[in-house]
T-cell receptor
Framework: EAGVTQFPSHSVIEKGQTVTLRCDPI?????LYWYRRVMGKEIKFLLHFVKESKQDESGMPNNRFLAERTGGTYSTLKVQPAELEDSGVYFCASSPLWDLEFAFFGQGTRLTVV | EDQVTQSPEALRLQEGESSSLNCSYTVSGLRGLFWYRQDPGKGPEFLFTLYSAGEEKEKERLKATLTKKESFLHITAPKPEDSATYLCAVQARNEYSTLTFGKGTMLLVSP
């Protein structure tokens, strides 16, 4: 069974540019989560989708971040315009149930804004 | 605000040298405490969830315990392949989406 897949693995962009991260969840998983780890800090929650609906987006840092999950399948997280403090590792996780015990994480996308 | 503190930040052990990792937490009603293992360049890999004080769970050389204020991850006779960062996270009772993570303990087991 394929796991949670994230694209790209690494991205280096200049401040002010736009970047789109993609997450392909495990097939059939209705729940999709985005988390990120900024250098030297702990992993922090960004948002949670149930199918195509945003269940909780309380962790989104500001309106430069836009997450979508069209059709309840893959999800994208767009950062526009990117700032230096957006650098970090962005993780996606998916779960078949609304229970984090059954969530699987992807390998992450390392974003570097220069 | 929910908070998780892990100690030590880094731990170096010899193969076979047992030890414990600590996770102290404050949360507005605990739904569950999670332990994850993370290898370099990979995402967190689920190990255990503990739900109530006194609960214990084991997996191979790992055993997790929970009290009302902290959790321990005991590693018995570790092997080099146990080297990884171990993450602790809590989920509050009124939260369905959010895990609050600690910064992790980086474990290195030397042969």
């Amino acid at each position: 069974e394929a796991g949670v897949t994230q694209f790209p693995s690494h991205s280096v962009i200049e401040k002010g540019q736009t970047v789109t991260l993609r997450c392909d969840p495990i097939s059939g998983h209705d729940n999709l989560y985005w988390y990120r780890r900024v250098m030297g800090k702990e992993i922090k929650f960004l948002l949670h989708f149930v199918k195509e609906s945003k269940q909780d987006e309380s962790g989104m840092p500001n309106n430069r971040f836009l997450a979508e999950r069209t059709g309840g399948t893959y999800s994208t997280l767009k950062v526009q315009p990117a700032e230096l403090e957006d650098s970090g590792v962005y993780f996606c996780a998916s779960s078949p149930l609304w229970d984090l015990e059954f969530a699987f994480f992807g390998q992450g996308t390392r974003l570097t804004v220069v | 605000e929910d908070q998780v503190t892990q100690s030590p930040e880094a731990l170096r052990l010899q193969e076979g040298e047992s030890s414990s990792l600590n996770c102290s937490y404050t949360v507005s009603g605990l739904r569950g405490l999670f332990w994850y293992r993370q290898d370099p360049g990979k995402g967190p890999e689920f190990l255990f969830t503990l739900y109530s004080a006194g609960e214990e769970k084991e997996k191979e050389r790992l055993k997790a315990t929970l009290t009302k204020k902290e959790s321990f991850l005991h590693i018995t006779a570790p092997k080099p392949e146990d080297s990884a960062t171990y993450l602790c996270a809590v989920q509050a009772r009124n939260e369905y989406s959010t895990l609050t993570f600690g910064k992790g303990t980086m474990l290195l087991v030397s042969p």
